[in-house]
């Protein structure tokens, strides 16, 4: 049975001249529509393409665009000498379940099986983003970064780009970056490796994932850091183990507690260098006694290295991976304290024996990261602008935690206990008791400060009441104000 | 009892001020190693930084400085007024283990716990890097790209960034490339959706991971194409499932075919347009029956839409994601085939309901791609220069496919079957049975050409035999002497 295009079916199809989308294709996606609901029924002969241009006001070009992609795709037959009709080859439930839900109008209920671990996240809240607000930790002084001179090494190679940057991109890195690391490293922080073992990330967020899926079944335990980074925290249960929470003391990150709790553990997550957010440093003899537990289970350990660039009493400890005879730790580094985050580029260091399994395990997660920015970076390591910008920041930075800690003490003495740090980009200032550390994070918060709760960081309930105010990134003429400013928050919100 | 430092022991103290790492540092080393090593015994008293300095010929600061080191992280303990000494709070047993090992050298076994996954991982072959060798599938013509135009927008962001493309980027991606990518695949692709579904990544590779990580427990069935593409065979595997080769047809994925080898599959990962690498479109009818089993069964569907720019006859086909009422497709792209793989920007188009838990995802696995380089990208394509090199690359590659079909058939006729593709940067040359494909690849490979066997798509053992010829990024001029090369190596090495 032929069916004929009635007008009225026409009236639906209204085109819009001054829309982005072309006008072929909006009368593609209309046609298209109106078969599918059935507006157009199986074996409706369409108008010629000259009489719809006419009717419609647009060119013959157009609807023989449209009519020729219906036709591709399916939805129009065209018969030689007879024209184009609808396809009787829709098959129809698709045709009949259009209407049925037209009937019956409402909220959608739709079945989703998602894994254990994406339903876990599915009641997620939706992520803030906080810009770089005053006082987030880990913030760099953004301002003093040499932007001209890392657009001058970009372009140098993007002009120009060798063909091997521009595809097959090696998975660990390009070779002058993790040549450059492994030199970086050797001489700032002992550790002790070759440029094959350094494998170059999108950032330790993604060397904490590699790491804890290749050593970790689902459900099996993994030790972090109480207090610790949350990030740890995502990534092991985003990686479906189960992050068992160590209570650290002076010495750092204990054995002792972590095998009380749960001594099957597969890894060990810490950064003895300087531990977060607390600031300590672990001690020779808790580093030698994890680096043998390590060796004597078969374990490993994660060693999380963020920022010890920035030591302003005495040097830089050496890193645990350097004290390792037995090849049982991964280093973890990020160039998001020394340059800024959105760099995105981290790395980590592996034993040889598994540098391969991690170059083909992170293969199925991401492939591998940009090469030409990686050999810019190498640049911006060998040539020196990476140390001089560190040197710079060093000495700027003491100068802001000790603005920092004058204001803190003189208009927050009473309250604050606050101690200078030997290291890092924040200050710990602990509260007394009838004070709300998460009240004040979250007052702080709408007045447009970063001030962390150091609650925040423990995974159980604590004692524990204070503030994580980072100095790196934060001007020293807007410290004042910004400290009455919490000062104010603190006195009117803490109790 | 105190020991003193004998002279010999000082001759292991060689220095080395040629290298790159600083004296100190050196010194540091040789003096942590000779008291981990038991050369230096707990209790012994060190010379003093003067004596040491003039002993070795270097400065008193740089011994001062490794003795400070060496004193902060424990190894020496300083007595006031007496000097320096090996700590003797350095645990027994790793003194022992050092002299153990020394004493027995050979082959070092070690235990090593992984998880079954990277078990898997841990055989695996070193991977091979083509540097994007002629012939590559999906190798674009990088000589042809705009990198002075691609370099001046870079430098434009990155002289003056925004800060909030510095730190916290949206694990998304940035909000304008967010928008241009919606538009754009609206446009092209008749893609519906707006800029808060789509999801940018570091390719399609962590979409695939992702996707299927967020759809089946581990063990999980999920059907792919048979033949297909072998990076979602291998993050189907990373990501702990099962791959179920599903073989495709004339009108592509065919449900029947998949229903029959695996029922129960959480997740159909295929490629509509164009399919990997054979070419055909999958038909209406077939994708309407897909669509319905997914909405009926509660599942989902992977749509890999990879190089549907390309299209010589007739127009682009819509994608999958257009269609589908019920939110049930992934729809992933790359920029990879229409600029290079090595920018690393891939892309997924999500269900509203389903944004929220992939960006949390994504966040566990690698935080989020750079701001700076996206806005760079979003300006490429808002100001035509992506449509524009699309244009142009589309008229190069239908030249580029003519003149290597035309070459092919004259020098290769009597052995290879090949026919003109409607769209992509591949042709598909059929070998009579009796040649080995597999045998011409790996010849091809050792004279500079990456020609990749037919057969090395498949999963299971197949009669299929053919050659798979990438015609994008090999230049006109080039191939009458590769097509020579080609048929010597198939004379030679085929039977």
Redesign the interface.
């Known amino acids: 049975m032929v069916r004929r295009l009635k007008n009225a079916q026409l009236q639906t199809l209204s085109l819009d001249s001054g829309s982005?989308?072309?006008l072929h294709?909006q009368l593609?996606?209309a046609l298209r529509s109106a078969i599918?609901e059935g507006r157009l029924l199986p074996d409706t002969r369409l108008p010629s393409s000259r009489t719809l241009a006419s009717d419609l006001g647009i060119s013959r070009n157009t609807v023989l665009?449209a009519y020729?992609?219906l036709t591709?795709?399916?939805?129009l037959v065209s018969r030689i000498g007879a024209g184009s009709f609808v396809s009787d080859?829709?098959?129809d439930?698709?045709l009949e379940?259009?209407r049925r839900?037209e009937e019956t109008p409402g909220v959608k209920t739709?079945?989703?099986?998602?894994?254990?671990?994406?339903a876990t996240?599915?009641g997620?809240?939706?992520?803030r983003?906080?810009?770089?607000l005053p006082f987030?930790p880990g913030?760099p002084a953004?301002d003093e970064?040499p932007?001209?001179d890392?657009?001058r090494l970009?372009?140098r190679h993007?002009?120009?780009?060798k063909?091997?940057?521009?595809?097959?991109?090696?998975?660990g890195g390009a070779r002058v970056l993790r040549d450059a690391i492994a030199?970086h490293l050797?001489?700032t922080r002992?550790v002790r490796c070759h440029a094959d073992q350094v494998i170059v990330?999108?950032?330790s967020?993604?060397a904490i994932?590699l790491v804890v899926?290749?050593?970790?079944?689902?459900g099996?335990s993994i030790w972090m850091e109480e207090p610790g980074f949350p990030g740890i925290r995502?990534?092991i249960?985003?990686?479906g183990a189960r992050p068992v929470s160590v209570p650290v003391d002076a010495e750092g990150f204990s054995l002792q507690n972590a095998r009380a709790l749960a001594p099957e553990a597969?890894l060990a997550c810490i950064s003895p260098s300087h531990q977060y957010p607390l600031g300590q440093t672990m001690?020779?003899?808790r580093r030698?006694?994890l680096?043998?537990w390590a060796?004597e289970?078969?374990?490993f350990i994660l060693e999380d290295d963020y920022d010890s660039e920035y030591r302003y009493a005495?040097?830089p400890?050496?890193s645990l991976q350097?004290?390792d005879?037995?090849?049982r730790v991964l280093y973890v580094g990020t160039m998001s304290k020394v340059m800024?985050?959105?760099?995105?580029v981290g790395y980590m260091v592996v034993p040889e024996?598994?540098v391969?399994?991690f170059?083909?395990?992170r293969?199925?997660?991401?492939?591998?990261?940009?090469?030409?920015?990686e050999a810019a970076l190498a640049d911006f390591i060998s040539e020196g602008y990476l140390a001089a910008h560190i040197r710079r920041m060093r000495l700027l930075y003491e100068q802001r935690q000790n603005a920092l800690l004058a204001l803190l003490k003189d208009r927050l003495g009473d309250i604050l206990t606050v101690e200078p740090q030997e290291s890092g980009m924040h200050l710990v200032a602990y509260l007394p008791p009838d004070y709300q550390d998460k009240e004040i994070e979250r007052a702080a918060l709408q007045s447009g400060m970063m001030v962390r709760a150091l609650s925040g960081f423990y995974s159980l309930p604590t004692e524990e009441n204070g503030l994580i105010l980072g100095f790196a990134g934060t001007a020293e003429k807007e410290m004042p104000q910004l400290v009455d400013k919490l000062r104010d928050i603190i006195l009117k919100r803490g109790r």
Do not use: C
């Open positions: 982005a989308v072309p294709q593609f996606l599918l665009s020729d992609q591709a795709e399916g939805y080859q829709l098959p439930d698709l379940r259009k839900e739709r079945d989703i099986y998602l894994s254990r671990m994406a996240l599915k997620a809240p939706p992520m983003q906080y810009r770089g987030s913030l953004l970064f932007f001209e890392w657009a970009l372009a993007w002009r120009r780009p063909r091997e940057f521009l595809v097959d991109n090696p998975v030199r050797g001489q002992a990330l999108s950032g967020q993604q994932h899926r290749a050593f970790a079944e689902p099996d995502e990534s249960i985003g990686a597969r001690s020779l003899a030698i006694e680096l043998t060796k289970e078969g374990r005495g040097r400890l050496s350097g004290l005879d037995d090849s800024f985050s959105g760099l995105r024996d598994l391969d399994m170059l083909a395990f293969r199925t997660i991401d492939s591998h990261s940009p090469s030409v920015p």
